[in-house]
């Protein structure tokens, strides 16, 4: 058997998963777009700086793209028992790394949260009210982890992301 009757052998045995893995493809492509012009009109709506557009957009890519390799799998009936203690000493290792410091996950989703309904916008003033730790100053700029304010006395001020959606927010005039 020549490589050219292998190839064309596999693609007769396997023409479903090709066809499932082509519209797949197609539905990411078309979903990537479709969200990334979502995340772009909700932007330019509201005036948000290009740089947070991007964090954004960056990571529902990232989701997208995980998505679509664990569908594929599916298709294709990949064994993720082997592959399972891979990713159990994967995961172990970033658990331990995750768990010194266990607020990136939640100030990630924050992040989106504060992207699509945070009423403030960079160089407006706020106070957050945190009882003895209240910060009150000007936004200087809001970023995947925390949002950075500067105080009245020229002091940078970083206040997690997480935290910002706990907290009641002042805006200032």
Do not use: C
């Amino acid at each position: 058997m020549t490589y050219v009757e292998y190839f064309i052998a596999i693609f007769k045995n396997n023409v479903i998963e090709e066809l499932i893995t082509l519209i797949l493809l197609v539905l990411f492509f078309i979903s990537r777009s479709i969200i990334g012009k979502i995340v772009r009109k909700h932007a330019q709506k509201n005036k948000v700086v290009y740089s947070r557009e991007l964090y954004i957009r960056k990571l529902v890519n990232l989701s997208l793209v995980l998505l679509l390799i664990i569908l594929i799998g599916a298709v294709w009936e990949i064994s993720f028992k082997g592959l399972s203690l891979y990713f159990a000493s994967i995961f172990t290792v970033v658990g331990v790394a995750l768990f010194a410091t266990w607020s990136v996950l939640s100030n990630l989703t924050a992040s989106i949260i504060l992207f699509f309904f945070f009423p403030y916008r960079i160089g407006g003033s706020i106070k957050i009210i945190d009882g003895d730790n209240s910060v009150e100053g000007q936004i200087m700029d809001i970023t995947l982890f925390y949002i950075k304010v500067e105080t009245d006395d020229n002091k940078i001020v970083t206040y997690p992301n997480n935290l910002a959606i706990q907290k009641p927010i002042m805006q200032s005039k």
